[in-house]
């Protein structure tokens, strides 16, 4: 079962994107991201039966997991956008039902999650 993340995109400082993930076959998804010369972070994490989740510090207040239960789609709302947001965005998950927890998507580098789609670049820039 694939993932599929798409939506990425050029921007200005201050715009917002939506970002989208096919994930109809798993249980928690999450958004990760890697910029240039950076490790990979986690940005969002969701349960996607009951929609519980988790975002990390760095995007609280700008950026939104939500999901589309009925068509399998994760999506990250991504609002008043930063350079520094700047990155390769990864959506990633596990099939596996469990209860939901901020560690569910096991940040910043998601190494518990067995699927991982191929990334989207999103730019932020003037």
């Known amino acids: 079962v694939q993932l599929q993340a798409s939506g990425g995109g050029w921007v200005q400082p201050g715009g917002s994107l939506r970002l989208s993930c096919t994930a109809s076959?798993?249980?928690?998804t999450g958004w990760f991201r890697q910029a240039p010369g950076k490790e990979r972070e986690g940005v969002a994490c969701?349960?996607?039966?009951?929609?519980?989740?988790y975002l990390a510090d760095s995007v609280k207040g700008r950026f939104g997991i939500s999901r589309d239960s009925e068509r399998g789609i994760v999506y990250l709302q991504m609002n008043s956008l930063k350079p520094e947001d700047t990155a390769v965005y990864y959506c990633?998950?596990?099939?596996?039902?469990?209860?939901?927890?901020?560690?569910?998507?096991?940040?910043?580098?998601?190494?518990?999650?067995?699927?991982w789609g191929q990334g989207t670049l999103v730019t932020v820039s003037s």
């Open positions: 076959e798993f249980a928690i």
């Open positions: 969701i349960q996607t039966g009951e929609g519980s989740y």
């Open positions: 990633a998950g596990t099939p596996t039902q469990q209860r939901f927890t901020a560690r569910s998507c096991d940040f910043p580098q998601g190494r518990t999650l067995g699927s």
